[in-house]
């Protein structure tokens, strides 16, 4: 733990305490990024950006009174604890608003490779470089590279409260990230890859490259379908997709305030019985894992429905403490600048036992999707959804033609309920992961 960094966070705690406060937490976060793009094998941009700063809350009288600052001097700090109690003054008395108490232990996790800092910055741009030229070496059909780009980012977060919490961690990644567009006669099709992860060695800049271009070339000459009903396949990534839609349905927080699908479905059937799904912040490898979440509560593995029952949510100590449960550890902080809010961590669909290649080949007749428009029109609370879509055409158990401007549209508990085969190739983009998924049965409308 940084000496500095640790000792603003107490003195923040010892000067709330002398204000008459009943409980403070410090938050203390230090972060660096750098982002290189290159284009024709030039560097075209490259940034370094650094932040650090302090998020204190305080607990007075069942109020609690956040702020945060920049500034970590003595006089910032006491600044600080007088904005917080200014603020708490005008806030709703509440008698769930607590703070965790410290924990027996917390996941021994391995966050921080110190290849990503100490990789010259010559190599990093020959990462981007080596990517974007493996994709246009793939084909001569790639015709644009609209962005190859190399980020990587290391934080270090120290947490501190009156309860005896005192705790920290330093962790970071790396990753690539590629956007084409290839070309042929009249009609272009996109295509995009990335990569990110824990371990700078474990970046693959030419198989990132490869498969951006793959998606490109093969979608060319795309045409709709007629309308028809048949099974449809989810590639992974679009899988992560709805993934994004149900996590925050998953959380307590939706549910305390009536905007989750899921409110009052603990124990019932809400997908079918091969899906299961899982947050896990303590996930060995995973990029959203930490030892502990937001407040100081250790990460842990949550299976909110397993084997299509649902089991639970996601908690913080707030909405645990409002329904009278253990806190997840999913209270997720973006910033230093920001409270605990419900979130999720490594969230991801545990695989099946079946082939990516054997779920394909049990198909007649049927739609591939690796590409949907519209996921943002979806409605979380209701779970309905209407998508453009594009992907493979599977005729025999064999990709045949490259589809576009079809549309499919329902709702997310049924498309669940209607999931007949998850495969074993569980991939994570981001901090979302899945493997490809069968639906039985939807209706692609086409021309």
């Known amino acids: 733990m940084g000496e500095n960094l640790l000792s603003a966070a107490e003195s923040a705690i010892a000067s709330a305490g002398k204000s008459g406060v009943s409980m403070a937490e410090a938050y203390i976060a230090r972060s660096k990024e750098l982002s290189i793009e290159v284009r024709s094998g030039e560097v075209e941009t490259m ?3 650094e932040d650090r700063g302090i998020g204190l809350r305080l607990i007075k009288d069942g109020r609690v009174g956040f702020a945060y600052s920049t500034e970590l001097t003595v006089d910032g700090v006491n600044e600080l604890v007088r904005q917080a109690l200014a603020n708490a ?3 709703e008395r509440d008698e769930n608003i ?8 917390y996941p021994q996790l391995d966050l921080y490779d110190p290849d990503i800092k100490s990789a010259p910055v010559e190599e990093k741009i020959k990462l981007a470089v080596t990517m974007e030229q493996q994709a246009r070496a793939y084909d001569s059909r790639v015709k644009i590279i609209e962005s190859s780009s190399y980020q990587d980012g290391e934080a270090e977060i120290i947490i501190v409260n009156s309860k005896g919490i005192k705790a920290g961690y330093r962790g970071a990644y790396s990753g690539l990230y590629i956007a084409l567009v290839a070309g042929e006669g009249d009609d272009s099709q996109t295509g995009f890859a990335f990569e990110y992860g824990l371990k700078y060695k474990e970046l693959d800049p030419a198989g990132v490259g490869k498969l951006a271009a793959r998606r490109a070339v093969r979608m060319l000459g795309a045409k709709p379908v007629p309308t028809q009903n048949v099974p449809v396949v989810l590639d992974p990534y679009i899988v992560t997709n709805f993934l994004g839609l149900l996590g925050p349905a998953l959380t307590a927080e939706a549910v305390q305030k009536g905007r989750s ?3 009052g479905k603990v124990g019932q059937e809400v997908a079918s019985q091969h899906v299961t799904i899982v947050d896990d912040g303590s996930r060995p490898g995973g990029i959203a894992s930490a ?3 937001g407040e100081g509560v250790p990460s842990s593995k949550t299976v909110l429905i397993r084997d299509g029952r649902l089991q639970g949510y996601l908690h913080n ?6 329904d009278g449960v253990q806190s997840t550890g999913n209270g997720v902080r973006n910033s230093f600048k920001s409270t605990p809010e419900v979130g999720t961590t490594n969230f991801y669909i545990e695989p099946g036992t079946v082939s990516h290649e054997d779920i394909i080949k049990d198909i007649d007749k049927g739609l591939y999707i690796t590409e ?3 996921m943002h029109t979806a409605n979380p609370i209701s779970g309905d959804f209407s998508l453009g879509a594009a992907g493979m055409w599977i005729e025999k158990g064999e990709f045949t033609k490259p589809v576009r401007g079809v549309a499919i549209a329902g709702n997310v508990m049924e498309l669940l309920k209607s999931v007949d085969a998850v495969g074993s190739d569980l991939c994570f983009y981001g901090s979302k992961g899945a493997p490809t998924v069968r639906v039985a ?3 692609v409308s086409g021309k």
């Open 261 to 263: 699908l899921f409110a």
């Open 89 to 91: 003054g005008s806030a």
């Open 291 to 293: 030892p502990f979440d």
């Open 47 to 49: 940034k370094l950006a």
């Open 98 to 105: 607590c703070l965790p108490d410290p924990a027996a232990r």
């Open 317 to 322: 100590t707030y909405t645990a403490a409002k």
């Open 372 to 374: 949907v428009m519209g």
């Open 441 to 443: 049965r939807m209706t």
